[in-house]
């Protein structure tokens, strides 16, 4: 090594590996970058459909009871934005208390299956059948079990984001690299130790795109649940706007529903980016 | 250089020895006998290879001398104790082929682990990884991840990572084997460096000769299938080795006679003179 100096080595690794440089030293660019050009063409597409879909209405005179333009739903949510963002944060907390409850024990489960064969052969076809069964049809009965304060909602919601996180989480936490699985061995690793410093982090892939696929389902979850006991929530919102065939709030509730899931998309991303930084799904331009 | 020169005994005091170690596996299609009744003292400071063919059963036997795999029948004593009370002693260091590291550590973060395992901080953990990323030259690189390092760097932080807790032992799987032919060779002089200024008892395991010949006091030659202890040769080349010895005369002797070997063109203890 003492014909190369140090320097000479950062020059070529940075050569051989400007992307992955760029990841971490280059952050906030390519932060801004992705803003660039990723929301600027999604914003296009969105005005444009907008734009075509208020044409539309217009030119062709549909009835607002049948389908309203989006200046109409837009004044509507602009004109009761309160009202809106009030049943959305119920909806909304209603998911997010399901997703965490949801995960929580789906993990714990995961733990366990991923450490015995025997229980994960006990309990997942347990998980399956919870997870074949059509939510829709075990609504009615979680609410004459629950009430019709938010747990039944929360635990549709939970059931919804339930095996995803748990078939992902046992995966995961088998995946690890042999070599620093047998590394950790010869040092008699407990197996919590194993756990905590090999298998929880191994698993944070898996379980990132477990989390991206149950986040938004726990909204529709949360959805479901309250079209079941309408009194609050943007579920409730969309029965009584149904039955007084009141349009422009049925399309306000789902354009709110539809930010809510962008705004939680979002965030696991960018919860994802900072954690899986080390991930080969991070060294492209994914968002 | 006869081959009767080499020997199963270890010149010194033994600090591993293995006896009658014999390994089975039990597949769906046979019953694989992998090792065969292998015998071998290694001693205390000693750098012995191992060297055989692809599939021979080296990888097998040195997962049975660090406690990762039971052998069917014989044992091996690591200081006169068991692999895995060795383990617990934390007296054996891995390097695989395949570095194998944590990719969401630093470097630093790597060469710790080890350390945080048991919850057995050294005295001076800092000093002592302080002192280990220099030793294998990436002092620079401390705060890395290790997608951000090239191979042959990688797998310096895998050497590192394997002294760091000052183990006796070092075992060592073809840890150069994913490595190019260029960045081979430095790293096996590399090793030699650290070799001779920590004084440890060094197994090693390859398929490439010259590395046998370059790094080792003994080499051990597998045959396969089922992967028996063909012969132990003696390297009696002077010490410290440079590149230099790669083209002596000596150095080409022994590269034919472990060429022969590994060909199967020699029998069970013949004589060689040259
Ligand atoms: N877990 C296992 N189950 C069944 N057979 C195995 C197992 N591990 C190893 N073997 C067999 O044992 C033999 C020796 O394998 P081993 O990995 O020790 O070879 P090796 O000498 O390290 O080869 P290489 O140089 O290619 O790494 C092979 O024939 C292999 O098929
Ligand atoms: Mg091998």
């Known amino acids: 090594m003492e014909q190369i100096s140090v320097d000479e080595i950062v020059q070529e690794i940075r050569a051989a590996y400007p992307s992955k440089r760029l990841a971490l030293h280059g952050g906030r660019f390519r932060i801004l970058g992705l803003a660039v050009s990723y929301v600027i063409p999604s914003a296009f597409a969105l005005v444009l459909a907008a734009i075509g879909w208020q044409v539309w209405v217009r030119f062709k005179d549909i009835p607002i009871y049948i389908l309203p333009a989006p200046s109409d739903v837009l004044s509507r949510l602009w004109g009761d934005l309160g009202f809106f963002a009030r049943e959305g944060a119920v909806t909304l907390g209603e998911a997010m208390a399901g997703f965490v409850l949801g995960a929580g024990v789906a993990l714990f489960g995961a733990t366990l299956m991923a450490h015995s064969r025997f229980l994960e052969r006990s309990l997942l076809p347990l998980a399956v059948l919870v997870k074949v069964t059509p939510i829709v049809a075990v609504a009615p009965l979680l609410v004459i079990w629950f009430g019709f304060g938010v747990m039944p909602k929360i635990f549709i919601a939970a059931l919804i984001t339930f095996f995803p996180s748990l078939v992902n989480g046992v995966t995961g936490f088998r995946s690890v690299n042999p070599g620093a699985l047998d590394f950790l061995r010869s040092l008699r690793a407990s197996r919590r130790e194993v756990f905590l410093l090999l298998r929880v982090p191994s698993a944070m892939p898996y379980l990132f795109a477990a989390f991206r696929v149950s986040i938004p389902l726990s909204v529709i979850g949360a959805v479901v649940g309250e079209w079941f006991t309408a009194d609050r929530g943007l579920g409730s919102v969309i029965i009584v706007a149904h039955s007084n065939l009141d349009m422009p709030t049925l399309f306000g509730a789902i354009f709110t529903l539809a930010f809510i899931g962008i705004g939680l998309t979002l965030l696991v991303s960018l919860i994802e980016r900072r954690v899986l930084f080390w991930h080969e799904s991070s060294f492209m331009g994914r968002w | ?274």
């Open chain 2, 1 to 274: 250089m006869t081959l009767h020169n080499g020997s199963f005994r270890a010149n010194g005091e033994a600090h591993l020895s293995i006896a009658q170690v014999s390994k089975g596996f039990v597949t769906p299609q046979e019953e694989l006998i992998a090792l065969q009744d292998i015998t071998l003292e290694v001693g205390r400071g000693e750098f012995i290879s191992i060297l055989g063919p692809s599939g021979c059963g080296k990888s097998t036997l040195l997962r049975i001398i660090g406690g990762l795999l039971e052998p069917t029948s014989g044992s091996v004593a690591v200081n006169g104790r068991s692999p895995r009370e060795a383990q617990a002693d934390k007296a054996l260091g891995f390097v695989f082929q395949e570095p194998s590291l944590l990719p969401w550590r630093t470097v630093v973060d790597n060469i710790c682990l080890p350390l945080e395992v048991n919850n057995r901080h050294h005295r001076d953990t800092r000093y002592t990884t302080e002192g280990m990323l220099s030793l294998v030259g990436l002092g620079r690189f401390r705060n890395y991840y290790p997608f951000q390092l090239s191979g042959g760097m990688q797998q310096r932080v895998a050497l590192a990572r394997a002294l760091a807790f000052d183990p006796a032992l070092l075992l060592m799987d073809e840890p150069f084997g994913a490595l190019d032919e260029i960045t081979r060779a430095t790293m096996r002089y590399e090793l030699l460096r650290i070799w001779d200024r920590e004084k440890k008892t060094v197994v090693f395991v390859t398929h490439s000769i010259i590395e046998a010949i370059i790094l080792s006091d003994r080499v051990a030659v597998l045959s396969s299938q089922p992967g028996r202890i063909k012969t132990v040769v003696d390297i009696n080349l002077p010490r410290p080795r440079s590149e230099g010895l790669e083209r002596g005369e000596a150095f080409l002797d022994y590269s034919n006679l472990l060429h022969s070997l590994l060909m199967g063109g020699v029998k069970n203890g013949a004589n060689f003179s040259r």
